[in-house]
């Protein structure tokens, strides 16, 4: 049995085309997991044309396919960079170095798959050297936002008795911060090399990038003796590609458009909260 989910932003799912879709793969009842946000109904099986039929809603609402069993997961595996925040943190520190527009052009690409992961951080790395340390505060107090949902998202697998662990291609000064806001179990990220308080264009190697991201999967889940299938986890770019394809449910989240093609699930209308929805959590 699957689940067919319905998520849109908050007071625009229109029951209409709940209805209207139910019908057209001939679902069982449908269940609202929020009032105008967020729905579903069970089927026996995945619909021949879905892909055709979620094109055709995708201005209106999110459509994804679920499979009933295991869908409540044990962990949580995130992103941090437009995941759990809104910004991409090397770009904010950017901006504060007077290069933000050729930092973010370089970000955008790696995310999209176009440039070495590896090779474009360090690129972009170099630019930030003589960046006073106090920078980092800076940046965190006035230009990062949290995404929308991440502290119910994170509350409520603790509620299940779930783990989190935050694991980023950005840096540590950054997810330590993120992860005690948020309330993550972990986190791991790079490591920014600072010499007499200022940043030294450096990072320290090797570099965390799309295989470290699947070897947390791999460690975290043998650690809490669960599996893979267990995990749900969440990113937007190209580096995220290995665990989103790895893991029980892997989500792409307003995520470029390479990686939307490689993912099964995608939300483009929700926030964080649709991680919930899709493992079929109601709203409180």
């Known amino acids: 049995m699957f689940i067919a989910s319905l998520i849109a932003k908050p007071g625009t799912l229109d029951p209409a085309l709940v209805e209207s879709l139910r019908n057209a793969f001939g679902g069982a009842d449908v269940v609202w997991l929020a009032p105008d946000e967020a729905a579903e109904f069970a089927l026996p099986a995945r619909p021949s044309n879905f892909d055709e039929v979620r094109d055709s809603v995708a201005a209106q609402a999110d459509l994804n396919i679920v499979p009933i069993e295991n869908r409540a997961k044990k962990m949580l595996l995130a992103d941090m960079d437009s995941t759990m925040i809104q910004q991409e943190c090397i770009d904010e520190l950017a901006e504060e170095a007077g290069v933000g527009a050729h930092v973010k052009d370089i970000t955008a690409r790696a995310m999209n798959g176009e440039l070495d992961f590896e090779g474009a951080l360090i690129e972009r790395v170099a630019l ?39 694991v980023s291609g950005g840096f540590t000064a950054f997810t330590q911060r993120v992860s005690a806001l948020l309330g993550f179990d972990e986190n791991r990220a790079n490591t920014l090399v600072i010499a007499d308080g200022e940043l030294t264009g450096e990072v320290v190697r090797p570099i965390l990038g799309k295989q470290a991201k699947v070897d947390a999967l791999e460690q975290i ?44 699930l995608r939300i483009n209308h929700g926030d964080l909260t649709a991680l919930l929805y899709l493992q079929g959590y109601a709203k409180p």
Do not use: W, Y
Request: with cysteine; charged share 25%.
């Open 128 to 166: 930030l050297k003589g960046l006073p340390e106090s920078v980092i505060d800076k940046v965190v107090a006035d230009r990062i936002t949290l995404m929308p949902g991440g502290k119910e998202l994170i509350a409520q697998m603790h509620a299940n008795g779930g783990h989190a662990a935050l």
């Open 221 to 264: 889940t043998e650690r809490l003796e669960i599996t893979e299938a267990d995990v749900i986890a969440v990113g937007d770019g190209a580096n995220d590609l290995g665990m989103l394809n790895r893991a029980g449910m892997g989500v792409a989240l307003h995520a470029k458009p390479s990686v939307q093609a490689e993912c099964d």
